[in-house]
C-alpha cells in the first residue's frame, strides 16, 4: 500500500450505512485529497478573481495560476506545448468538441467514422449525432468474448474512407488496455485523425501524447483527485488552429461586429466564457499530488490490488469475470449467478462497500455479452487488500442469502 495515503482522503474514515466506508467506485469518480480540496477553497479565500479580463492585482494572480495550470496538464501528459491544453468539463464535452468543431467542418457523405465495441457512451453519441449532420458512416471495431479488441483484419476497418478514429484506451467495463499506438498507426496509414479517449487511463498510469502519436487526448479531472465539472482536451496546435470554434461567447473571440466575428488563439478559442477557475486549480493541485506519488507508483500499486482481487474474485464460486486480457487496469466487471447486480451492490452497500452496477454507458458491450448489467469494483492508490477481502466476503454472504 501507498504509505500514509488514506490520510490525506477526508472521506475515506468515514461510514457508509454506519460501516466504515469501502470505496471500490473511482472509475466512476475519485476521492479528492485534502490537498486539492484546500487549494479549491483557498483559491475562494484568498485569490477568487476572473481570470484573463480584470486590470488588478488579484486577477492577475488568478490568471497566472490557472495558466500554470495548464503547463502542469501539459508536462503531466508530455507535451511541451500548453497551447495544446484545453479546459473542458470533462471527456465528455472533449469529445463532443472534437466532434462538433473538426467533424462538422471536415466530413462528407460516405467518409468513415471509426469507434470500437469497447466505447463508454461518451465516445459513441457524438459521434452519431455527427453522422446525422455530415452524412458520414459510423463504424465498429468488433470486441471479442474476452472483452479485448479484434484487430485480426485491419484492412476490413482501416481504409480509404475511414477520415477519424476515435477509441478507448482503458475499458471502464474490463479494465482491457488497448492497443492504442498500434491503432494509432493503423489509422495514421490511412490518413485518418486521432482521438483517445483516456478518462480511464490518465489517473492510472503515464501517458505521453508525443509518444502515442495522437491528434487528441481526453481525460477528465473527477476521475484523478480533482474536483468534478473539469477535463482536458489535447490537441495538436495545427489541428486546433485550423477547427471552427466550438461554443460562442466571451474570451474565445479575438473582435466582435454587428455582423460577424473573428477568434482568439488557441486554446482560448475553445474555452467560451468564464471558465472553471477552481476547478482548475483543483486539477493543477490533484496533478501535483499524483507527481509527487509518481505515477510508476500509481500503477504499481493498482496493478498490485488488481491481481489480488483477480484471485480472490476467482475463488468465489459461481462469480463470472468479465475480461480476461493480459494488459489491464483496475477495474473487475463480475456477476453472481441467481443474484441481480443490483441486488448484489445494495447488499454490498449494507456492509459499508460502494461499488458500481449497471450498465456502465457502455450498452453495446452489454449488448454484446447478453447482459442487461453487471457489478464493478474499480480500484485506486488508496485502496487496500483488506478492502478486497471485505469486499469477497460480503459477496459470499450475499450469495448465501440468495441461495437458501
Ligand atoms: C472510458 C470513459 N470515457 C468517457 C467517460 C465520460 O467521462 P465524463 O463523464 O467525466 O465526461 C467515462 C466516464 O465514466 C469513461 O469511463
Not at 453522422?131 to 481504409?159: C, H, M, Q, V, W
Not at 462469480?319 to 494488459?327: A, E, K
Amino acid at each position: 500500500m501507498l504509505k500514509n495515503i488514506r490520510n490525506d482522503f477526508p472521506l475515506l474514515s468515514s461510514t457508509n450505512r454506519a460501516k466504515p466506508l469501502v470505496y471500490l467506485d473511482s472509475a466512476a469518480t475519485t476521492q479528492k485529497p485534502r490537498q486539492v480540496i484546500d487549494a479549491v477553497s483557498s483559491f475562494y479565500e484568498s485569490n477568487n478573481a476572473n481570470v484573463h479580463r480584470g486590470i488588478y492585482q488579484l486577477s492577475e494572480q488568478a490568471t497566472k495560476s490557472y495558466e500554470n495550470v495548464r503547463k502542469s496538464v501539459a508536462d503531466f501528459i508530455g507535451t511541451a506545448d500548453p497551447r495544446s491544453i484545453i479546459f473542458t468539463s470533462g471527456t465528455t464535452e472533449s469529445i463532443n468538441l472534437v466532434a462538433y468543431a473538426w467533424g462538422r467542418k471536415n466530413l462528407k457523405p460516405r467518409d468513415e467514422i471509426l469507434i470500437t465495441e469497447m466505447e463508454h457512451h461518451s465516445n459513441i453519441v457524438p459521434w452519431q449525432l455527427t453522422t446525422r449532420e455530415t452524412g458520414a458512416n459510423l463504424r465498429y471495431i468488433p470486441i471479442l468474448k474476452n472483452g479485448t479488441l479484434d484487430l485480426s483484419d485491419p484492412e476490413k476497418y482501416f481504409t480509404k474512407k475511414t477520415k477519424l478514429v476515435s477509441i478507448i484506451h482503458q475499458s471502464n467495463v474490463f479494465g482491457t488496455i488497448n492497443p492504442v499506438k498500434q491503432i494509432i498507426d493503423y489509422a495514421k496509414s490511412v490518413g485518418a485523425i486521432t482521438i483517445v479517449d483516456a478518462a480511464q487511463s490518465v489517473p492510472h498510469a503515464n501517458i505521453n501524447v508525443e509518444e502515442l502519436g495522437c491528434d487528441f487526448l481526453a481525460f477528465s479531472g473527477h476521475k484523478m483527485l480533482a474536483p468534478t465539472g473539469i477535463g482536458v482536451l489535447y490537441g495538436k496546435t495545427k489541428i486546433l488552429e485550423e477547427m471552427i470554434p466550438f461554443l460562442g461567447g466571451g474570451e474565445m473571440i479575438s473582435s466582435v461586429s454587428m455582423e460577424s466575428a473573428t477568434w482568439n488563439e488557441i486554446p482560448y478559442k475553445f474555452e467560451a466564457g468564464t471558465p472553471k477557475i477552481a476547478q482548475v486549480i483543483g486539477l493543477g493541485a490533484a496533478i501535483e499530488y499524483l507527481n509527487k506519488i509518481g505515477m510508476d507508483d500509481v500503477q504499481k500499486h493498482g496493478q498490485d490490488l488488481l491481481k489480488y482481487a483477480l484471485i480472490s474474485l476467482s475463488n468465489i464460486p459461481e462469480l463470472t469475470i468479465y475480461g480476461d486480457s493480459t494488459n489491464r487496469g483496475a477495474v473487475i466487471s463480475f456477476n453472481v449467478d441467481n443474484v441481480h447486480p443490483h441486488d448484489l451492490a445494495q447488499f454490498l452497500d449494507q456492509d459499508g462497500i460502494a461499488v458500481r452496477a449497471g450498465h456502465h454507458c457502455a450498452q453495446p458491450i452489454m449488448t454484446k455479452l447478453g447482459l442487461s448489467s453487471t457489478t464493478r469494483a474499480s480500484f485506486y492508490l488508496y485502496n487496500t487488500k483488506k478492502e478486497i477481502d471485505a469486499l469477497c466476503e460480503s459477496i459470499v454472504k450475499t450469495k448465501n442469502i440468495f441461495s437458501i
